[in-house]
């Protein structure tokens, strides 16, 4: 029997839109479908192949019709950035069960253009509406950035920590030509950076760009047969959870609950140790997110994430190398960043990645969404476990 | 101060017109006796029904904020917004803004004591807090 984790499931193509970042050429519906087909030639796969498609942002049966696809199995799960996360975890699942096949999961935005995207229209009869965005917390950096002071604050660590999480991200990004932001940088000119929020500056807030994503999985049995079935990434594990739409009502500003009950529950259908992981994507749309998730992922005990990454763990030759592109905060962020994180997880255990790390064989990716509202994690692997 | 209104609906209604008579009212559970935010008829915690409305003292103090230095519109957007989380001496932490208070991090000292006030925005009053005077 065939089960959605263990490796029992894989992602047989991958691929990001042909160029990201600055992409006025191409409307959001277009970001989805151009990295769709990339990611369906990867695999060496058509359309015709498959049969299960799973987005967030248009509906899944505007992709599916646009690329040509008659679906039997649709997921359009929409929790923010890491949806994506949510998808391959449910398409395992539907794949695992015999409602799919071969399924598509595909990420676009025109983050930075706004070609073709919807108009933003924050509902001010909802719970945030009524209770967060009449104080102006509604913007990302006006409201996800709110409880960091709260998780300094409780660990005694310090603004110069949040500038540590940029410099280490940004030499990831130096050798990287699709990365946004790529100039060297220091700690002073983090803190000295134009300021957004206090005590975010520009440079502990991501990017905004456009750009697209696309994943094909299947099972790893079907995969044996397929043309990229030597390429073949296998997902060990996974887990998905969610506190609540309001930043104010965390159980515990300094800690999530949705990170620890997804990543718990990955570690454990993976059957691995976080020892075993060789390589991390925590989402970072903004500097705090990285401490919260080193922490709440369990990789360092309370109140070290700071130091762990300032002492250099997370950077070129570290323990636990991070965010190996530069991530939200240097490579690219259209919006829902999710996508990206897995892209380049699959990229380091395929050997394809531009900072490719040695011997890494478990890529462990943490994704957020909603602001603090929900989170997805995956376990992912070269080998089948 | 501008900015957006918010939209009552019937379960947040007495919270916006108690608001609009300068007193902030959160409910308590009964079975729990312990006050929750934000309003809803039964308690998030126990799922009791058992709930009432209270007038709580405005007493909070500051447990986290930004400065914002970039507000969007309708906000004035060359107007430098903090935007706090503060828990109320019975519990709840709610998101607010802190006003009469310079915006610098030098005169937001987190755990300061914070008092209720209420601020009236288009056919809303909105309560915010301000440092207690003798912290100031």
Redesign the interface.
């Known amino acids: 029997m065939t089960s959605m984790h263990q490796g029992d499931i894989v992602i047989i193509g991958a691929s990001e839109t042909t160029q990201i970042g600055v992409r006025p050429d191409t409307s959001v519906l277009g970001l989805h479908a151009e990295a769709a087909r990339n990611a369906l030639a990867d695999a060496g796969l058509t359309a015709r192949d498959i049969d299960g498609v799973a987005t967030a942002g248009p509906l899944t049966l505007e992709v599916s019709h646009h690329l040509g696809i008659q679906p039997r199995w649709l997921d359009g799960t929409l929790v923010g950035g890491c949806s994506f996360l949510l998808h391959v975890r449910h398409a395992a699942a539907a794949i695992a069960a015999g409602a799919a096949d071969v399924v598509l999961v595909t990420h676009g935005e025109s983050g930075r253009s706004r070609i073709g995207s919807p108009p933003r229209s924050?509902?001010?009869?909802s719970?945030a509406?009524?209770?967060?965005?009449?104080?102006?917390?509604?913007?990302p950096?006006?409201?996800f950035?709110?409880?960091?002071?709260?998780?300094l604050?409780q660990r005694g660590l310090t603004r110069e920590h949040l500038a540590h999480v940029v410099v280490a991200q940004r030499t990831w990004a130096a050798n990287n030509s699709r990365a946004f932001r790529r100039t060297p940088i220091t700690i002073e000119e983090v803190l000295d950076g134009p300021?957004?929020?206090?005590?975010?500056t520009r440079d502990m807030c991501c990017v905004v760009t456009d750009g697209g994503g696309a994943l094909v999985l299947t099972s790893a049995e079907r995969a044996r047969d397929m043309p990229g079935g030597d390429r073949a990434v296998f997902l060990l594990g996974s887990g998905e959870s969610a506190e609540g739409p309001?930043?104010?009502?965390m159980a515990d500003?300094g800690s999530s609950l949705a990170f620890r009950n997804s990543s718990r529950e990955a570690f454990r259908t993976a059957g691995v140790v976080h020892s075993d992981v060789d390589h991390l994507m925590a989402y970072d749309a903004f500097a705090h997110l990285p401490l919260y998730m080193l922490e709440d992922l369990g990789f360092v005990g309370r109140g070290e994430s700071g130091d762990f990454v300032a002492d250099g763990n997370t950077a070129k030759g570290g323990r636990l190398p991070m965010n190996t592109t530069g991530g939200g905060l240097s490579y690219t962020h259209t919006g829902m960043y999710g996508m990206f994180a897995i892209q380049e997880a699959v990229r380091q255990l395929r050997g394809d990645a531009v900072e490719q790390l040695p011997a890494v064989e478990i890529s462990f990716v943490q994704g957020v969404g909603l602001y603090f509202a929900a989170a997805g994690s995956l376990v992912l692997s070269n080998r089948r476990g | 101060m501008t900015?957006?209104?918010?939209?009552?609906?019937p379960d947040?209604l007495p919270y916006?017109d108690g608001a609009g008579v300068e007193e902030l009212r959160i409910q308590l559970c009964l079975p729990c006796r312990t006050h929750y935010?934000?309003p809803r008829p039964f308690c998030p915690r126990c799922g009791s029904a058992e709930v009432q409305w209270t007038t709580v003292s405005g007493r909070a103090h500051l447990?986290?904020?930004?400065?914002?230095?970039?507000?969007?519109p309708p906000?004035d957007p060359t107007t430098p917004?903090v935007?706090?989380?503060v828990q109320l001496a019975e519990g709840p932490?709610?998101?607010?803004?802190i006003v009469d208070v310079d915006p610098t991090?030098e005169s937001l000292r987190?755990d300061m004591p914070l008092e209720v006030r209420f601020l009236q925005?288009a056919a809303?009053t909105?309560p915010?807090f301000t440092p207690l005077p003798e912290t100031r």
């Open positions: 924050p509902d001010p009869a719970a509406g009524q209770f967060e965005h009449v104080y102006g917390a509604q913007a950096y006006s409201t950035t709110v409880p960091a002071m709260a998780f604050h300021p957004i929020a206090y005590p975010f309001l930043v104010s009502q500003l | 900015g957006p209104s918010p939209t009552p609906v947040t916006w935010f934000y447990v986290s904020y930004i400065i914002n230095y970039r507000p969007l906000f917004i935007i706090a989380l932490r709610m998101m607010t803004t991090p987190l925005r809303f909105l915010v």
